[in-house]
């Protein structure tokens, strides 16, 4: 189910409700209009607890005279805050433009704000817009994707916890990377950098892991599938038969499933403890002139994950990307534009074990020369 079709359920038939609860109604049979259509912005997306200024603009008097502003955030407020009344001024008595300051709750939901504009005389108008409050980390929006933030290794970044699992011969990131060296967040909003991970170009992701980690080839993709799956077969810039449910987790939204039950992928059971979500992927286009991708488009969230290979392809201008579709129980591959396409990033390096024994191999090669 799309995420941005539940959040516009309820916008049309509530700002019918809106104006009953500040003004009275005017005489339907004189219906004269306010000018203009009222609009304020809202961000799509917010962290706990942040305060949003929202200033209420489009309309005019007519007769030049003022026009009062009145608030509600659903489901938070149970009545209308007016901060402009007919005269111009707020309830202290202050000047106003009938923007409204105000605080949203810790609780990880969609939350709608309604305006109503007024004046005396003259049909009300209202606008509503909503925006969501998301959490990063494991215990936040997206949750069931397999991470012990009690027992799971783990690097800091910048402040930020990236858990890892020993695959193999390799440590794998157990999340898509969220890290500001390149690549966008969902939608461009900064809140969803740890929820979904962020969105990579192959030139940005071949550089984007932090130090001592790196982007995995498809062989190392190939090799942590064919040891989930037991087999001996090279999978090499192939698709891989029937691993998905082992590589995918049963995660949740928001309290929204993201993996959509599909009798032929299974059940997810995250065997391999990557913990896949169906982050879907971007068309980036090109960056600005301040290096942001600001007209970058997303698709595919609930039904695809994607993950950069560090392998080129042998066409000019394209590398290999890892992906699943949500019906489909095989890992499959792809090609993608170096510059535009835009997909996740999971970070790889070697495991401690092997790690050491390079570090001996190498201090072996230096005692040699010496």
Known sequence: MNFHKLKSVFLIAAGLVAAAACKKDEDETNVVYLKG????????????GEVLKMTPSGLTHPD???????????????????????NGLDKEGKASDGSISYKFSDTLRTYTVYCYGFAEGYTSSSSSNSTTVVQPGPEGSVKGAGIDAEKDPYITVNGNKFYYTTI?????????????????????????????????????????????????????WASLAEKAEGSEETYVHKEIPGIVSKLISNAYFQDIKMWEYWPAVGRPNNE???????????NLGLKNAEGVYASAKFTGVYEYATFWTADKADEEGMAYYRYIY?????????????????????????????????IQEESKVERSRV
């Open 64 to 86: 030049n005279g003022e026009i009062g502003y009145c608030w509600k955030v659903t489901p938070s407020m149970t009545k209308y805050d007016t901060t402009r009344f007919e």
């Open 37 to 48: 259509s009222l609009k304020f912005s809202v961000p799509e997306f917010i962290l706990p």
């Open 272 to 282: 391999t403890g990557l913990g896949i979500i169906p982050a879907g992927y971007s």
């Open 168 to 220: 193999g011969k390799l440590d794998w990131f157990k999340q898509n990377l969220a890290y500001t060296k390149g690549g966008t967040p969902y939608r461009n909003a900064g809140p969803m950098d740890g929820v979904f991970g962020r969105y990579y170009s192959y030139n940005d992701a071949k550089d984007a892991c932090p130090e001592g980690w790196r982007l995995p080839t498809d062989e190392d």
């Open 326 to 358: 949500c019906e489909q129980p095989d890992f499959m591959i792809g090609k993608g534009d170096v510059n535009t396409f835009g997909a996740s990033v999971r970070c790889v390096r070697e495991s401690n074990w092997r790690r050491s024994v390079i």
